[in-house]
């Protein structure tokens, strides 16, 4: 059965960094595009980044752009999210998910979602 398993959270102070891995089992991760998305309380759940299957395409959300990286390594079939400057109103648990099948790779159709992973940026 299709997995993914997000690692890397935890709190962080204001301006710091922080990595998120998405380790994925159960489909061809090679051939999927995937995405980071994150969800702040109170607050409905927002794309952040998606990159496509071989890694040569990306997007993010306006307000990350120059500080947030979406990246995959297909050989150890895990995604990441290289974030920095972060800020407290980032704090939020941060998903992973595959984009649905067949569609292209910045389609906003999503078939499978991991648990996510607390982020907290506090001093």
């Known amino acids: 059965q299709v997995q993914l398993v997000e690692s890397g959270g935890g709190v962080v102070q204001p301006g710091g960094s922080l990595r998120l891995s998405c380790a994925a089992s159960g489909f061809t991760f090679s051939s999927a595009a995937m995405s980071w998305h994150r969800q702040a309380p109170g607050k409905e759940r927002e794309l952040v980044a998606q990159?496509?299957?071989?890694?040569?395409?990306?997007m993010y959300e306006d307000s990350v752009k120059g500080r947030f990286t979406v990246s995959r390594d297909n050989a150890k079939n895990t995604l990441y999210l290289q974030m920095s400057s972060l800020k407290p109103e980032e704090t939020a648990v941060y998903y992973c998910?595959?984009?649905?099948?067949?569609?292209?790779?910045?389609?906003?159709?999503?078939?499978?979602w991991g648990q996510g992973t607390q982020v907290t940026v506090s001093s």
């Open positions: 998910a595959k984009v649905r099948g067949g569609y292209r790779w910045f389609t906003r159709d999503y078939e499978y």
């Open positions: 990159i496509s299957s071989v890694g040569g395409s990306t």
